[in-house]
């Protein structure tokens, strides 16, 4: 694992957001919504990234592509060192890492036509001039199967799966090397969201690119990854290749999870495991291991002791303490 | 090549526009407004300026039709030529406040921090003078001249603007498309520009259309005490003050040029608070 190639490198990443208030703007606490998490991502590869809402998912995907900056960690996108580039260069490195939002009715611009919108990061990296450029746009509409005749169309002329398709055009306009996926799939319909993963794989198989997939859903994470990060809390609990999470899962947090995912085969009697409470406060983080307020398994030392992340087999890190013995 | 599309948005306005009864009006008077002012040399039956002593203070009449002045000058035509003044002032006075407002707003949102904080101290401080004594003061000091009169409008009549703008910039920079924008290494002056500021010009576009209310409001009380525009140049404020004096007889000269300010005040009002409506992107 460790010679393996990496395309992007994180150590050890934190985003605390300051908690302000009163006259002087005092600062009260974090909010730790990532909290130092490490992984890496190996060319053309994707790692799919799940947890609950407000697990840090979201943060940690627009950290790694500095749209927000990480309080302390380091950050290495092919082998450069991101957070110590200048804003010079690291506009110009945006072309080689892209992302494609959840929300596709907030991420185009209303007051844009479909063509200029994909053809923005074209002119900002002066690609294509004149006929090129629009030829290039109508390429890359076909691409992401598009209509060229609807350059020149509003974004609220279409309909959400169109949409993110154009928000996929757009993110793949600059040929990236690595795409985060921000829950791309989640505000879709479930027969469009088939058809969206489809153009994402299909993409990958042309172009190689790396995504980070983030989700909440464990049938698309399935589906698309090759390998699996589960977070908790702003920490990564679990992280292993995708057939061995899902048929070998070590933490107590992934295996209820996965006994939440349903299973298409009737007669198969589960265990249902319910995590009772809700997700406490990245404001206010319990103590020990963070997961132990909602574990079903907890002993008295994982109050007090911080689990870390150990690797059990080959490429399959987990951190908890219960598998210490 | 953005046509078809902003034509849609456009025509969604428009078609709203034309189903509120106010927007009608108000459109109407403020439609009139622009026609008088613009075609005032060819609709006017006398010159504003030409003094007849032999017709001092008539009655309205079949000749002149909201009658004479003190100096046999037709009232008619001295307010025609009075709506320049009033459209002049509105759109230069409130041209001047939008743009500081946009700036101020604009980059007090964008950037935020310490820019933010600062800008926005100085708009509070800005807000704690009187406006219209801190005019008065400017004028005294300067010549009482109409250009003065729209640039101290203009420059104390900025902070709303620039408060609406900021806050229009606070919620649009957190959506996905200006992320987007930033993470396409788009530079902050175009995704000011092209992403953020068309998205934010509906309210202003409504703030400015009542502000232009305001500003008639104010030129018209500055005139009328005197330190407006000044003679000879007619506006709808200093024909107030020269009927003061002779209202007892003469009411024509009191009341017609208060029935256009208010009709004027009233137009841009409607209208303003019919775009609103119209603008909504909720309704959408």
């Known amino acids: 694992m460790e010679n393996q190639q990496k395309l992007l490198d994180a150590k050890s990443l934190k985003v605390h957001f300051p908690i302000r208030a009163g006259f002087f703007s ?26 609950e809402s407000g697990c840090g998912k979201t943060t940690l995907g627009r950290c790694v592509l500095r749209l927000i900056e990480p309080t302390a960690g380091t950050l290495e996108f092919e082998g450069r060192d991101l957070l110590a580039l200048d804003k010079k260069d690291m506009r110009s490195l945006r072309r080689r890492m892209q992302i494609i939002f959840q929300d596709p009715y907030s991420s185009l611009n209303p007051r844009m036509t479909v063509g200029n919108t994909i053809a923005e990061p074209l002119k900002i990296h002066s690609l294509f001039k004149g006929k090129d450029l629009w030829d290039r746009v109508a390429e890359l509409m076909g691409q992401v199967g598009l209509r060229p005749e609807q350059i020149k169309r509003y974004p609220h002329e279409f309909s959400g799966g169109q949409r993110q398709r154009i928000g996929i055009a757009r993110a793949i306009a600059l040929n990236p090397s690595f795409i985060v996926g921000d829950e791309p799939v989640s505000a879709l319909d479930v027969s469009v969201q088939a058809q969206v993963l ?33 977070m908790y809390l702003g920490k990564i609990v679990e992280e292993a290749a995708r057939d061995e999470l899902f048929k070998n899962p070590q933490h107590p947090y992934t295996q209820a999870l996965l006994a939440s995912l349903p299973v298409p085969d009737p007669r198969m009697r589960r265990k249902a495991i319910i995590l009772s409470g809700d997700l406490p406060s990245p404001a206010n983080p319990p103590s020990g291991c963070y997961f132990h307020t909602r574990c079903p398994v907890k002993e008295k030392r994982c109050e007090e002791q911080a689990p870390q992340l150990k690797e059990v087999a080959p490429g399959h890190r987990v951190s908890c303490l219960l598998l210490d013995r | 090549m953005s046509k078809q599309g902003e034509k849609t948005y456009f025509s969604i306005v428009m078609a709203r526009l034309v189903k509120n009864p106010f927007a009608i009006w108000g459109g109407a008077a403020v439609a009139l407004l622009f026609i008088l002012a613009i075609f005032a040399p060819f609709i006017c039956p006398y010159d504003p300026g030409v003094v007849e002593t032999r017709i001092l203070l008539q009655a309205p009449n079949a000749k002149h039709w909201l009658g004479t002045d003190e100096l046999g000058r037709d009232v008619l035509s001295r307010m025609i030529y009075g709506a320049r003044i009033s459209l002049m002032v509105g759109i ?22 310490w820019v933010d904080e600062l800008m926005m101290r100085f708009v509070d401080i800005m807000l704690t003078f009187p406006t219209f004594f801190l005019i008065l003061a400017v004028i005294a000091i300067l010549e009482p001249d109409i250009m003065n009169v729209m640039i101290v409008i203009g420059i104390t009549g900025w902070m709303g603007v620039a408060r609406l703008v900021r806050a229009e910039f606070l919620s649009l920079k957190q959506r996905d498309f200006v992320v987007a924008a930033r993470s396409l290494g788009q530079s902050d002056f175009l995704i000011i520009f092209k992403h953020i500021l068309p998205n934010a010009m509906a309210p202003v576009l409504v703030s400015a259309t009542l502000g232009i209310a305001g500003a008639i409001l104010t030129e018209s009380a500055l005139s009328f005490l005197g330190i407006g525009v000044q003679p000879p140049t007619p506006s709808w404020g200093s024909i107030l003050t020269e009927g003061k004096n002779y209202i007892e007889f003469a009411w024509w000269l009191s009341v017609f040029p208060g029935l256009a300010i208010l009709i004027t005040v009233l137009g841009y009002n409607l209208l303003g608070e019919a775009l609103r409506d119209a603008l909504d992107t909720r309704l959408n």
Not at chain 1, 26 to 51: C, K, M, W, Y
Not at chain 1, 200 to 222: E, P, T
């Open chain 1, 26 to 51: 005092n600062q009260l606490g974090a909010v730790r919504a990532v909290d130092d998490v490490s992984f890496h991502i190996a060319p053309g590869e994707t790692l799919g990234l799940v947890g």
């Open chain 1, 198 to 230: 489809n153009l994402l794989m299909d993409l990958k198989a042309k172009y190689g690119m790396a995504y980070l997939f983030i989700s909440h859903d464990l049938s698309v994470i399935r589906h698309i990854s090759d390998r699996v990060a589960v």
């Open chain 2, 92 to 113: 230069v006075s409130i041209g001047i406040a939008t743009v500081i407002g946009v700036i101020v707003g604009a980059i007090s949102g964008y950037y935020g921090g």
